[in-house]
C-alpha cells in the first residue's frame, strides 16, 4: 500500500524524509513538498505516516489488488504513549483501535552501560551476558545449562 | 567525483546494520568494552529500520524458564523438527538460554508485554510465543543502542567489507557511502559484527506492478547480511533452506496469533480439514523420524511447518483451493476480534489496508490464504547465514574456534540473519545473538587478536571506485539515446532486480512453478545468473538513490547465486513445501543428515561445497507434555 503526500497539508518539514527505512520519501524540488518517488519499493510500514505532524501522508492500497475508496489513519501520541487508528472500510463501516506503545516515559529507563560498573575477568571468562544470571530467572537462579537441567551433553552424533 | 571521503579511524567494534541484532550487539557492547570505541553503521535510520520497522505484536522466542514453562533445550528440540533435523544445535541453545534476559530487559525498558491475568506469567499465544503491543518496539531497543554507541551513522549503505593486508582472512572495518549526501565512509575497524539483513525480493513476488513491494519480509532487507560476508570470504551454510511462509492472501498479514490465540483454523473450498489427508503421502516422502501425527497428537511437538506448506499446496494443486482461514466463530468474541486486528495494526498494516479496500471484515467473512514466494534468512523458521563459531562450554570442535559467532573470517561476527544453522531466534532471539556477538568480539580485542591490522588506501581507492561505477556508467552512456530507460549500454537496478526475480523463480523454485526445480533448471539458472553478473557490470545509477538499489541488488545477487549452488548440491527434497528437487524428491536421511558449507572464494569467485556434521547435542525425547502427564 504505497504512500502519498496531500499537497495542501505538507509544509516540506523533512520528518517522513528522516525516517523512511526504504529512502523512498524525497522532497520535490519544485513544491518543496515531500513525496513517495518509488511506490513499488514501500512496505506501507506507516513510520512516515505516524512522524509526519501534519497529518499530511496516507496510504492507498497497493493498485493491482486493492479498490479505491478506503483509508487507515494513524496518530501515534509519544506524550501519552498510545496509539490510535481509524479505519474506514469501502461501504463506510469503521473500525477504531488503541494501544500502549510503551509503559515507561522515553529516555529515562534505559541505563548508560558506560556508567555501570565494569566487568570483572572472571565474569569475561564466563557465558554470561550484562545483568546475568538475573535477569535470566528473576529469582538469583543461575544460567542455564544442559547439567543444571540433570542433562548430559550428549555425544556428537555424525550421520 | 565531488563526494568528500569521511575516514572513521580506530573503531573497536562496528555493527553493520542496527535492526535488532545491531542493536544488541551496541547495547551490549558497552558493558564488556568499556573502554572500546562501538561505531553502528545504518542504512537507514535506526529508530525505525530493519525488518520490526513498523513494529511486532508478538515475540516469538521467549522460554520463560522462570515461569518453569521452557527450558533452553525444549527450543532446540523445537527447532530441530521443525527444521527436519538442520539445525546448529550449540548456537540454538545458547541463544536459548540468554533470550528470557533479554526479555525481561525489554519488559524494563517499558516495552508493553501483555500478561495472563490468572498467572500473572506473560500471555502466551503459542508454546514460543508472548503477546505485546509492539507498536514501538524498536524506537524502544533503538534508544538502548543510541545510549551505548559512540557514534551512529544513519543512511549509510555498507557495500563491502575492509579486509586486513598483513593477516590474510582477517577483517579490518568496512566502506559504504551516504545514500543522502553520497559521501564516501571508510570505516577502518578491529571488528565488525554484520547485523544486516536477510534477503526478501530475490524470488519473483506474487503481486506486480505497484504492488511488487507488497512483500512479507521488508523490501528493504536486501540479502546485506549474506552479500557482505560471502564477498569477505566467509564460509556459510544453509542456503538453500529458504522460507515459504502461508499467510492472509494479497496482504502478506501473520497467521501465527489467528492459529495459536484465537484457535482460528484452515479449511478448503468444500469447508473440509484438509491436513491429515497429506500426512500417508507425504511420510512416505520424509520418514516417520519427521512426520509422526501421532507423535505430534501425544507430545504437542510440531507439525514441520514446510510439511504444513506441502499439504497446502497439494490441496490448491488438486483443485481444492481457496484455503481459507475460519475466523468467523473467533471474532464473535469482541476481545478477541480486538487482538485480530491489533496483530496486524501492529505489525503488518498493509492487511488491514487490505480488508478496508476490499470490504472484508473476518467477523462476516473467512478471509483467504495463500503461500508466500519464497525468502532467505536466519532468524526466522529458517537457518540460511555465515558459518559461525559455538560458545565454548557446549560446542564440539568442530563448531568452535574461539570466539562465540565468529564467522571463518577472523574478527567478522554474525548476529540476527547473518548466523547460520540458528532457525527460530526471530526479533529476541536476534538481539540476545547480537548481545552474544558484541561479548565476543570484545573478549578477542583483548586477546590481542587484532593487532596490526593494515589497510593500504589502494584498497579504498579502488572500493571506492567500484562503489561509484554505476554512476559513471550512468553520465557516460545516458545521452547516447533521446531519452528513457532503455539503452544498449546498461541496465538499472529495477531492470536487473526483475531480472533476477525472474530467474530465480523459474530455475530456483518460486511461485510460479510451485517451488520445483533440479539439477537441470539449476545449472541453467547458475548460468544465466553468470550472465547477470557480467551485466551488473554495466549497471547505471542515475542518482544516489539508485546506487543505493543497484548496492541492493549486487548483495541479492551474490546471495541468490549462493542459494543456487547450495540447492544444487543438498540432492534430496530436505524441505517440502519450501522447495522440491524434483530428481531427489525424497528427504535422504542416510546421505544428507549433513549440515551444509559453502566458501566463495573472493578471487576466483568459484565456490567450494562441504558437508558439515550435524550433531545432536539434546536428547530426542522429552518428557510428555502436561495434559498427558494428568492423565497419567
New interface residues.
Partial sequence: ??TFVYMTRCDGCGYCV??????IM?IDETTRRAYN???????????CVKACPHHAID?R????????????R?D?DEERGT?A?K?????G?E?E?L?????????K??????D?P??DKSM?DS?L?????K?????E?D????EA?G?K??E???? | MAYKTIVEDNIDILVCGAGLGGTGAAWEARFWGQDKKVVIAEKANIDRSGAVAQGLYAINCYMGTRWGENNPEDHVRYARIDLMGMVREDLLFDMARHVDSTVHQFEEWGLPLMRDPKTGAYQREGRWQIMIHGESYKPIVAEAAKKSADTIYNRICVTHLLMDESKENRVAGAVGFNVRTGNYHVFKSKTVIVAAGGASMIFKPRSVGEGAGRVWYAPWSSGSAYGLLINAGAKMTQMENRIVLARFKDGYGPVGAYFLHLKTRTQNCNGEEYESKWWPQLQEMVGKEYLDPEVSHRTHRPIPTCLRNHAFLNEVNAGRGPIHMVTMEAFQDPHLEEVGWENFLGMTVGQAVLWAATDVDPKNENPELTTSEPYVMGSHATGCGAWCSGPEDVSPPEYFWGYNRMTSVEGLFGAGDAVGGTPHAFSSGSFTEGRLAAKAACKYIDDGKADGIRVSDSQINKRKEEIYKPLEHYKIYSNEVVAGSVNPNFINPRQGLDRLQKLMDEYCGGVTVSYMTNEKLLNIGLKKMHILEEDLDKLAAEDIHELLRAWELKHRVRTAESVFQHTLFRKETRWPGYYYRGDYMKLDDKNWHHLTVSRRDPKTGEYTMEKAPCYHLVDKDEAPAEPEKAEA
Fill in positions: 500500500m504505497p528522516d525516517i523512511c527505512p526504504s529512502d524525497h518517488i518509488e511506490p513499488n519499493m514501500c512496505w506501507e510500514c506507516f513510520s496510504v492500497g497497493y493498485a493491482d489488488f486493492a479498490p479505491l475508496g478506503h483509508s487507515v494513524v501515534r496509539i487508528w479505519i474506514k472500510f469501502r461501504d463501516r473500525k483501535f494501544s500502549p506503545i510503551t509503559t515507561k516515559p522515553w529516555g529507563h534505559i541505563p548508560q552501560l558506560a555501570v565494569a566487568p569475561r557465558q551476558l550484562f545483568n546475568e544470571p535477569y535470566i530467572r528473576m529469582d537462579g544460567l542455564h545449562t544442559l537441567a542433562l551433553l550428549k556428537g552424533v555424525y550421520y
